[in-house]
């Protein structure tokens, strides 16, 4: 399956791309009854949010074959290979599941700066599909996008609030692990506020509303954010990110853990049939 030369440009243009229908229902109902088989408890790729709640599910292909497949599906490798033009490799993978009632929010920030400063990937020559488990909209914390963001490259990050002591001491005993810093509801590269507020302003802010089944393409270093989710209705996603072979992770003083950065620089291997 190859997009079209009209839905590579308006990507490249605009910085991600929205098809609908892409997973047939019962595509989804499969994702979605293997899901709990990815969940092992107290592993390190379960990500909870401050209320207990899941907010991530890293790296599901490490236990579900049916996740591992999903990721090598022709389906989502050869649109990848068309929009960075390189072969791919397999970076990251996730399933973030902002749950009814207790999904947190994600500021605004951009993707690329926490591959290129935490894992010393050189270029943005990285694209994530986020693939839609339930039908998703405003209300239950669709994905925000400010189009065409992806050109400015790394934008001025955010300054983060500064902690007061007694949060600072309960911070530094509960955050034994660095890597945590971007992963949770308080992630530490968000786009400065000034930065989105004028290019929002110039270009609109895009709600990737969509049924289950659809994915969102987007590049790297687009400006992303999405809201809490107060509604009864769950709002799980699963994200993919595949990098360019020619764009592999250099040395870094703390590399991350295997289940954040994919270290199989082998192109992918593609499955024709479905999963
Ligand atoms: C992300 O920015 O990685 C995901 C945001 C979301 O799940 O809403
Ligand atoms: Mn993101």
Request: aromatic letters at 10%; hydrophobic letters at 35%; glycine letters at 4%.
């Amino acid at each position: 399956m190859k997009l079209t030369p009209e839905q590579v440009v308006f990507y490249n243009e605009n910085g991600y791309l929205k098809i609908e229908k892409y997973f047939s229902d019962e595509e989804i109902e499969k994702l979605y009854s293997e899901f709990p088989n990815t969940i092992e408890k107290n592993s390190d790729r379960i990500i909870l949010e401050d209320n207990g709640s899941i907010r991530s599910v890293f790296a599901p292909h490490f236990v579900s074959e049916v996740y591992n497949k999903l990721s090598r599906l022709e389906r989502l490798v050869i649109p990848s290979e068309q929009l960075i033009e390189s072969k791919v490799y397999l970076h990251q993978y996730k399933i973030n599941t902002k749950k009814g009632f207790k999904g947190d929010w994600w500021e605004w920030h951009q993707d690329f700066p926490y591959w290129h400063i935490d894992d010393g990937i050189s270029k943005p020559e990285l694209v994530t599909i986020m693939l839609y488990l339930q039908d998703t909209d405003a209300s239950n914390g669709a994905l925000l996008l400010v189009p065409k963001s992806h050109k400015e490259g790394i934008a001025k990050f955010g300054k983060k609030d500064v902690l007061d002591e007694e949060n600072k001491d309960k911070n530094e005993k509960t955050e034994t692990k660095n890597y945590l810093s971007s992963l949770n509801s308080n992630i530490k590269f968000t786009v400065d506020q000034e930065c989105v507020r004028d290019l929002a302003t110039k270009n609109g802010i895009v709600t990737a509303s969509g049924k289950k089944g659809t994915v969102l393409f987007f590049h790297s270093n687009i400006f992303h954010a999405s809201n809490i989710n107060l509604t009864p209705f769950d709002r799980d996603a699963i994200l993919i990110t595949y990098n360019s072979i020619h764009n592999i992770p250099g040395n870094t003083e703390n590399p991350r853990p295997n289940f954040l950065v994919g270290r199989n620089y082998d192109p992918i291997e593609i499955l024709e049939k479905d999963i």
